[in-house]
């Protein structure tokens, strides 16, 4: 079937159209130069026949969890969301020069380069399933390469809460899991497993995970009959390690608790595989939940024989750190003992030399009253 044609591009205030990107079933997606700030952007605009109420609120939710979701190193950066004068929503958003679409069909990529994928994107997956959401459709296509050469995930338009699902579904058949292709279910953390992992089989393939090239047999029904069965078949390249092997067949279990618990878990055991094969270890960006609790810190003193016990939070902060409450600290150049209550007191040491003082002047004073008496 041959695609369609893109629509003509909006007319955007600040934008200038530069050429088509691609087409989707429910979006164009333009190549458009920003003019302030002065940059290149992919412009996202939904098409004018299939704005109906669904496919309008899907849209305007991937602004919303892609706009919530854009700090994250691994997913694409949100600039814009509005509509255009013609009425037509769209998203502008980071430019991604290539797509791993475009890649893993016409060439052998890497293990070092598909482990270092894999463990970006997976903590992609894992940050937005901390927020609670879904993105159910995770396949080589959503993972963009920037102009830096940094993988990114890209494409929430069918995405959903973890605990709820959306009226619109859209299903992309050689990366979903078996249970999605039976429609016993809209998306779970196993679902997203199992995609994480048919498209890193993908790209090391380069094809997907139940198609057979050259068969003519790869048609949606075809393939969702193969799907439902779930029998892995081992990639049949030889620099695959073992482990690596191992680690994609329990991605695509048939069994969806038999796969990794999480997408985090799936980028840890890549990780693993790194280090094993003597690779540079890729660090998985995942925000940790911060907490006020440490636990307590064992210090002993000068003599070795009192432990003092004290709770200890690290905090990065370009301020001095501040003296304990029983130090000795100068003030006004008075040496001061800082009590428990807060309050000062004048030190020993402070107080005989204060004496002193005084008694000297005193001595001074009664001796020139008894040369003054004479």
Known sequence: M???????????????HINPLGVGGFADVFLYEQQMPKRKVAVKVLLRDLVDEDVARMF?????????????????????????????????????????AQRYRKERMSIPEVLHIGVKIAGAIEGAHRLGILHRDIKPSNVMITQYGAPVLADFGIATSLS?????????????????????S?????TEVWSLGATLYSMLAGHSPFEIPGSGRNGPDELSARVRKARYTPLERQDVPSDLQSILAQTMNANPQ????????????????????????????ILEPQSSFAPPVIE?????ES?????????????????????????DDVDTTVRPD??????????LWVGAGLLAVIVALVTWIVVQGR
């Open 164 to 184: 709820g699902t959306s009226g619109v579904m859209a299903l992309s058949v050689p990366w979903s899991a078996p249970e999605v292709v039976s429609d016993q």
């Open 2 to 16: 041959a695609k369609r044609m893109p629509a003509a591009p909006p007319v955007l205030p600040g934008f200038t």
């Open 342 to 351: 807060g309050r000062k007191t004048i030190s020993l040491q402070t107080a």
């Open 307 to 331: 432990p003092v016990v004290r709770s200890e939070v690290a905090v990065t902060t370009s301020r001095r750190p501040r003296r304990k409450k029983t130090e000795v600290t100068r003030d």
């Open 300 to 304: 002993f003193g000068q003599d070795n």
């Open 258 to 285: 038999n796969r990794q618990s999480s997408a985090r878990e799936v980028g840890e055991q890549l990780r693993y595989v790194e280090q094993r094969l003597g690779l540079p270890v890729t660090p998985i960006d």
């Open 60 to 100: 305007n939710l991937e602004a919303d969890v892609m706009a919530q979701l854009g700090s994250h190193p691994s997913i694409v950066t949100v600039y814009e969301a509005s509509i255009s004068s013609d009425g037509r929503p769209y998203i502008a958003m980071e430019y991604c020069p290539v797509a791993i």
């Open 186 to 190: 809209t998306g779970s953390i196993a």
